[in-house]
């Protein structure tokens, strides 16, 4: 009888409320849903920063991935948020955008944002990347010398393998004249 009053018991508790919910499921009227904004359009800050941490996250050929389809949105919508995120992917990626593109990007960025903390970000992209510009040049200087001296380095040791075949040249014929002079030198049996 017991078994009998948990079952009933039981079925009331969960049987219940699901044909409840059953009916209830019939009345619900369809609200419509605002459809969510443009992908890439937020200049919020913390929005981008979200980004620059996911974007971090990504495999290497996720990234240039990415990077293709912000060029292409940059190509037909360039909001100032794909550009954002086309700065922002620039960095870990490297294969976004160039320095110069990054640069002119930043500073059309600066012209266009209100958000003072955005522009602060932007003002420090903007210092980042001059030092990143100013280093690709000192290395490229270090590159073109270290080719120069490798390149002397190389003439130097062909004008020393040049010294060194004339040595033994001048070695074979001075050993030669000293035979010479050894077998002038000799009192000839014959004569």
Same mark, same amino acid.
């Given at each position: 009888?017991?078994?009998?009053?948990?079952?009933?018991?039981?079925?009331?508790?969960?049987?219940?409320?699901?044909?409840?919910?059953?009916?209830?499921?019939?009345?619900?009227?369809?609200?419509?849903?605002?459809?969510?904004?443009?992908?890439?359009?937020?200049?919020?800050?913390?929005?981008?920063?979200?980004?620059?941490?996911?974007?971090?996250?990504?495999?290497?050929?996720?990234?240039?991935?990415?990077?293709?389809?912000?060029?292409?949105?940059?190509?037909?919508?360039?909001?100032?948020?794909?550009?954002?995120?086309?700065?922002?992917?620039?960095?870990?990626?490297?294969?976004?955008?160039?320095?110069?593109?990054?640069?002119?990007?930043?500073?059309?960025?600066?012209?266009?944002?209100?958000?003072?903390?955005?522009?602060?970000?932007?003002?420090?992209?903007?210092?980042?990347?001059?030092?990143?510009?100013?280093?690709?040049? #000192? +290395?490229?200087? /270090?590159?073109? *010398?270290?080719? !120069?001296?490798?390149?002397?380095? =190389?003439? %130097?040791? #062909? +004008?020393?393998? /040049?010294?060194? *075949?004339?040595? !033994?040249?001048?070695?074979?014929? =001075?050993? %030669?004249?000293?035979?010479?002079?050894?077998?002038?030198?000799?009192?000839?049996?014959?004569?």
């Amino acid at each position: 009888m017991k078994a009998y009053r948990c079952t009933v018991l039981l079925l009331m508790f969960f049987g219940i409320p699901g044909c409840a919910g059953q009916e209830n499921r019939e009345k619900i009227a369809v609200v419509p849903v605002n459809p969510p904004p443009p992908p890439y359009t937020s200049t919020d800050l913390n929005e981008l920063l979200r980004f620059a941490a996911e974007f971090a996250e990504l495999s290497p050929s996720a990234r240039v991935a990415e990077c293709r389809h912000l060029r292409q949105l940059q190509q037909t919508e360039s909001s100032l948020g794909v550009r954002l995120r086309l700065l922002v992917a620039r960095s870990p990626a490297g294969a976004c955008t160039g320095i110069g593109e990054s640069t002119a990007i930043t500073e059309a960025a600066l012209a266009e944002a209100n958000d003072e903390s955005l522009k602060s970000f932007l003002i420090y992209h903007k210092t980042l990347l001059a030092r990143f510009a100013r280093e690709v040049e #000192r +290395r490229k200087l /270090l590159e073109k *010398r270290i080719a !120069q001296a490798r390149a002397s380095d =190389l003439k %130097a040791a #062909r +004008r020393l393998q /040049l010294q060194e *075949r004339e040595l !033994q040249i001048l070695q074979k014929k =001075l050993e %030669a004249l000293k035979v010479i002079e050894q077998g002038l030198g000799e009192p000839n049996d014959g004569h």
